[in-house]
C-alpha cells in the first residue's frame, strides 16, 4: 500500500533558520507527492506539489522541496523561518488512484 | 473561485443523533472528496464524486455514514446515530482532473464535530 511517514512529529527552529521537515514514501512507482500546510482550526493548504518534470519543486512562502527518487524522499525545506511559518505540515502522496494519502504530521514551532 | 465552502464549521450533538454536513466546491471542479481528521493526524480519506456518481468508499465509511451529491454540485455527508468516536475535523476537497494526472484538491475550512 502507498504511504509516507514524516520523520519527526515536532520541529522547533529559531526564527530565520533554516526549516526541514522530511518525508519519505513507499513505492516502486515514483508517485504524485504533494506538501500541504494546516493552521489551527483550517483546512490544508497547498504549499507545493511535484507531479513530473523538475524534481526541485518551488511553492508559496518561500518553500521548496526536492523529489529524490534514490532516497524516496521529498524533504520541504526554506532558507529562513518566519514567525508566521508556525503551523501542521502534512506529506501527502497519489499513487493511481485519486485520493491522497497522507503523512501523520509535523508541527512547527518557530522559537522568536 | 471563492473556494470550497463547508456547512456548519462547528456542531455539537449527543450521541445516538444524526447529522449532516454541506460542502460547495468550487465551481467549475467535478471532483469532489471527503476526508476525516482526528486530533494529531493526517487526514483519512473517506469517498469521492466525479460529477454525480460515488466511484470510491473507504473501509472507515460504515454504514451508518452516507454520502450524496445529487446533482453533481454541492455534497452532504450524514452521519446516523453517531458515536463519540465520530468527533472528529471533516475535511471536503475539490479538484478539476488533468490528463496529466496529480491534480491538486482544494480543501474547505472544515467541519468539526464533537459528540457528547
Known amino acids: 500500500a502507498q504511504s509516507v511517514t514524516q520523520l519527526g512529529s515536532h520541529v522547533s527552529v529559531s526564527e530565520g533558520a533554516l526549516v526541514l521537515l522530511r518525508c519519505n514514501y513507499s513505492?516502486?512507482?515514483?508517485?504524485?507527492l504533494f506538501w500541504y500546510v494546516q493552521y489551527p482550526n483550517q483546512g490544508l493548504q497547498l504549499l507545493l506539489k511535484?507531479?513530473?518534470?523538475?524534481?526541485l519543486v518551488k511553492g508559496i512562502n518561500g518553500f521548496e522541496a526536492e523529489f529524490k527518487k534514490s532516497e524516496t524522499s521529498f524533504h520541504l525545506t526554506k532558507p529562513s523561518a518566519h514567525m508566521s511559518d508556525a503551523a501542521e505540515y502534512f506529506c501527502?502522496?497519489?499513487?493511481?488512484?485519486?485520493?491522497?494519502?497522507f503523512g501523520t504530521g509535523t508541527r512547527l514551532t518557530i522559537i522568536p | 473561485d471563492t473556494g470550497v465552502s463547508q456547512d456548519p464549521r462547528h456542531k455539537i450533538t449527543k450521541r445516538g443523533q444524526n447529522v449532516t454536513f454541506r460542502c460547495d466546491p468550487i465551481?467549475?471542479?467535478?471532483?469532489l472528496y471527503w476526508y476525516r481528521q482526528t486530533l494529531g493526524q493526517g487526514p483519512e480519506f473517506l469517498t469521492y464524486f466525479q460529477n454525480e456518481a460515488q466511484l470510491e468508499k473507504s473501509r472507515l465509511l460504515s454504514d451508518r455514514f452516507s454520502a450524496e451529491r445529487p446533482k453533481g454540485s454541492f455534497s452532504t455527508l450524514e452521519i446516523q446515530r453517531t458515536e463519540q468516536g465520530d468527533s472528529a475535523m471533516y475535511l471536503c476537497?475539490?479538484?478539476?482532473?488533468?490528463?496529466?494526472?496529480?491534480?491538486?484538491?482544494?480543501f474547505g475550512p472544515g467541519t468539526r464535530l464533537l459528540v457528547l
Open positions: 501527502a502522496v497519489i499513487r493511481g488512484g485519486e485520493k491522497l494519502t
Open positions: 513505492s516502486s512507482v515514483p508517485p504524485y
Open positions: 465551481s467549475e471542479h467535478n471532483r
Open positions: 511535484y507531479t513530473t518534470g523538475a524534481t
Open positions: 476537497a475539490s479538484s478539476l482532473p488533468g490528463l496529466a494526472g496529480g491534480e491538486t484538491q482544494y
